[in-house]
């Protein structure tokens, strides 16, 4: 089945600096890749996700960047802020496969004042 | 906060007591999932039900039984469960059940057996 690994397990950052969360997964037919955000005592909200058919996405601070050939993609937050602070989870998955998300273990993301 | 509500959110039983978990969406969603939380694993699928039929039972023991009386509601029924069963519990919908259909999480249940 597909395996998914993500690192770094934390994270700490100053305010302002730019943070990257990199995930490696083992199925080259996976083409779904959403990013979760999980805050305490709350469940994993959708922060972004994307699809095989593109390599980018944006949303304001938050972009991730998907390489098929090396079965990687990342999460790249800029301008970060005390309220990213959070643990945050990749997961992957392939279309007509089942039901599961496959999920990384998480990074926990500290961000410094 | 998102349009899928858990109750309660903390709970805690002892091994013979009998519980139920309640999940609620708002969204109008087709599919619902149980999924299990624990420290340093990755989020672990249990069950899940495509208009109200369930169509995934991925190994989980009997002493966890779901329950989905209509595309709005999941129950998850808990009976003589073990101490390595605490860990927070979370629902979520999404539009059709298939593992490239974004899906959404409610707050989850944090349970304790004691």
């Known amino acids: 089945g597909e395996n998914v690994e993500q690192h770094p397990s934390t994270l700490s950052v100053q305010e302002g600096d730019s943070a990257v969360i990199k995930c490696t997964y083992s199925d080259s037919a996976s083409n779904y890749f959403p990013w979760y955000k999980q805050e305490l005592g709350k469940g994993p909200q959708l922060i972004i996700d994307i699809r095989s058919n593109v390599g980018e996405k944006k949303d304001q601070r938050i972009a991730v960047t998907l390489n098929k050939t090396a079965k990687h993609f990342s999460l790249h937050i800029t301008e970060t802020q005390p309220e990213d602070s959070a643990v945050y989870f990749c997961?992957?998955?392939?279309?007509?496969?089942?039901?599961?998300?496959?999920f990384g273990k998480g990074t926990s993301l500290l961000v410094t004042p | 906060e998102t349009g899928v509500t858990q109750t309660p959110r903390h709970l805690v039983m002892g091994m013979t007591n009998k519980k139920s978990l309640k999940c609620e969406q708002h969204l109008g969603h087709n599919a619902m999932y149980w999924y299990k939380q624990s420290a340093k694993k990755p989020l672990e699928l249990m069950f899940v039900y495509s208009l109200e039929e369930r169509v995934e039972n991925n190994s989980v023991p009997s002493r966890f039984s779901p329950e989905c009386p209509n595309s709005s509601h999941l129950f998850l029924h808990l009976h003589t469960l073990q101490p390595e069963d605490s860990a927070l519990y979370l629902c979520?919908?999404?539009?059709?059940?298939?593992?490239?259909?974004?899906?959404?999480f409610g707050p989850g249940t944090r349970l304790t057996v004691l």
């Open positions: 979520a919908s999404s539009q059709d059940a298939g593992s490239t259909d974004t899906q959404y």
């Open positions: 997961a992957a998955s392939k279309s007509n496969s089942g039901y599961a998300l496959n």
